[in-house]
């Protein structure tokens, strides 16, 4: 008996030393015990693998030299006996001087019959391993592309986010708060190879584990909804539901932008709703799905009333004023998603810090923020993830110009980024420009600041400018008697929270000789063509997630008027007493 107490009591005090803390980390007292049982437990682990994975990634960064040689040498041994490897002899490279001599720096046109080989079944072409999934992406041409992704990079994200995880919980202690977050993924479509390999996007699903089920506001069946119309719905449905929110999150910000350019167009059916506990029956849903929804939902008349009052008074800061105990914003908002950052930031989410945690492309992790708190977005390489070489800003334009290791850069210099992955790609200029602007220990820590490329990417779909021209000189072809004079297109986004409708699209203003108007189906010929010229942007608007491409004509001389007017009211610099007061009408 007396060995028993002697385990009972210290077993009870843990117990309610757990439930209290349990207590006090729960502003939402309405969950279930075994809820927030599940967040507290699943946080704790949390908490500890990102410490490990933290520690692990700065150990990394005490020899970038040795680590880097290691991870190419390891990758450069598992695919030696393969096809490209045998044609690249990788048996012969002992160390990456030697690497960088053999093998030519690439691009995507590179691999592309390597890739379809794999796509057909046929092994030991490019990787050792059969990848679990053919990415599809863009090249840095814009055109659609496809690139295998093995298992390792998987692990390597994780491993990334892990350390982010713990930047988080140093720099923001209320994130480990038991909240919920509200997760806006969609589920892609997937499609597959001749030999069964999954093709699609490189994303990982909130379900894919088990440990962060009981923190989403969204349930599980939520995630299972393929149409981004009706997924959107529900996630907004869920986290506004919940008066206690303590996180936003999303790949990027464009997702939670837009996500609120339709809160803000369609909160009438949402708040009825939650007034009367129900999913919308209008929504297009499985019956198995709309059962499992419905079953998390109670009548909440006077959340619903709370709601109304906040959206009639507008949308400037909403986040705050629905979620008053909102912590901190996730999500991507450096290059193609920085004007959505910067909506978030100045209007829909006025006064909620913001944390851009990865710098990411399907090829691979690139770097982790390690700094959420700065207002500045600069990421840690990780050397443990890829193989990195920079070439010189001034020689980007050379086919095979030298390059550096990352223990060559220096502070302050501009590089065009190259990388060797796990999944096969070897010297990949991957067009991203950066800028090197810290050292942490040994691993550099840089800015992104452009694509070799500039593009049009409101879904993710990165149509170039050159390859929205052709496109736009094979339309006008479809106009009769059309002559293209000049033109600009630019994403829905740069109207902000007035861009008159919650579907991302294109505006198109072209300036035409030859004809005086165009018809409706005239102007959607445009629409068509970007369709066929672009598979991403095809499946995109086959879903509803973008709407079709807007065509306005503007006044012949309206383009030369804008930039002799923009020229003539040019500003220098704050201070310098410059303003505009009216922009001429086009």
């Known amino acids: 008996m007396i060995l028993l107490a002697a385990f009972l009591i210290p077993t009870l005090l843990i117990l309610v030393l757990i439930w209290s803390d349990i207590c006090r980390k729960s502003p939402d007292q309405k969950r279930t015990y075994l809820s927030r049982l599940h967040q507290y437990l699943s946080q704790r682990y949390l908490i500890l693998l990102s410490l490990w994975q933290r520690r692990t990634l700065e150990f990394s960064t005490k020899n970038v030299r040795q680590e880097q040689q ?19 002899r990788f048996s012969e490279i002992t160390n990456r001087e030697l690497y960088c001599r053999i093998h030519p720096l690439t691009e995507y046109g590179h691999y592309k019959d390597y890739i379809w080989q794999i796509g057909k079944g046929e092994e030991n072409v490019l990787i050792s391993e059969r990848p679990r999934v053919l990415s599809v992406t863009s090249g840095t041409s814009g055109s659609t592309t496809i690139l295998p992704s093995v298992k390792i ?64 506001s969204t349930p599980a069946a939520g995630y299972e909804i393929t149409t981004e119309t009706e997924a959107q719905y529900i996630h907004l449905l869920f986290a506004l539901k919940d008066g ?135 990421y840690l390489l990780c050397p443990q993830s890829l193989f990195y070489e920079f070439i010189p800003i001034n020689l980007h334009e050379e086919e095979q110009p030298r390059t550096l290791f990352m223990d060559e850069v220096k ?56 390859d929205f021209y052709q496109t736009l000189q094979r339309a006008v072809k479809l106009w009769p008697g059309a002559v293209l004079l000049d033109y600009c297109c630019i994403e829905s986004s740069l109207f902000g929270p007035f861009c008159g409708g919650s579907d991302p699209h294109y505006e198109v203003f072209v300036e035409i000789g030859g004809v005086r108007n165009l018809s409706e189906d005239q102007r959607y010929k445009l629409d068509q063509c970007l369709q066929e010229d672009s598979m991403v942007y095809q499946s995109f608007r086959r879903k509803g997630s973008i709407g079709p491409v807007r065509v306005h004509i503007v006044a012949m001389g309206s383009f030369k008027e804008l930039t002799d007017f923009i020229i003539a009211n040019v500003c220098i610099g704050k201070g310098c007493g410059c303003h505009v007061t009216a922009l001429p009408p086009i």
């Open 153 to 216: 990079t998987t692990t390597t994200f994780q491993q990334g986010f892990g350390a982010c995880f713990n930047a988080k919980f140093i720099a923001y202690p209320h994130t480990r708060n038991l909240q919920r977050t509200a997760k806006f993924f969609y589920p892609p479509v997937w499609k597959k190879s001749e030999s069964g390999i999954p093709i699609g996007p490189n994303d990982i699903s909130p379900t894919a584990s088990q440990l962060g089920s009981s923190s989403y």
């Open 244 to 378: 206690t929110l303590g996180f936003l999150e999303a790949s990027f910000a464009s997702i939670l932008y837009h996500a609120f350019a339709f809160l803000q167009h369609h909160w009438e059916p949402l708040v009825e709703d939650i007034r009367l506990g129900r999913v919308n029956p209008q929504l297009s849903l499985a019956d198995d799905v709309r059962l499992k929804l419905n079953a998390q939902l109670k009548p909440d008349p006077q959340r619903a009333s709370q709601l109304a009052v906040e959206f009639v008074s507008g949308f400037r800061g909403i986040a705050r004023r629905v979620w008053p105990q909102l912590n901190l914003v996730l999500a991507v908002d450096t290059g193609a998603n920085k004007l959505y950052g910067s909506h978030l930031k100045h209007f829909f989410c006025e006064g909620v810090p913001t944390y851009s945690p990865i710098y990411a492309a399907t090829e691979g992790l690139i770097g982790v923020n390690l700094w959420p708190e700065r207002k500045e977005q600069h």
């Open 411 to 466: 502070e302050n210099e501009v590089f065009e980024l190259v990388v060797t992955n796990a999944s096969g790609l070897c010297r990949y200029r991957i067009g991203d420009i950066v800028k090197v602007v810290a050292f942490h220990n040994q691993s550099p820590v840089i800015e992104f600041k452009y694509r070799k490329s500039q593009m049009l990417n409101v879904r993710g779909e990165k149509i170039t400018e050159e």
């Open 70 to 88: 290691r991870i190419l040498l390891r990758r450069i041994r598992r695919d030696r006996n393969t096809e490209y490897g045998n044609l690249y």
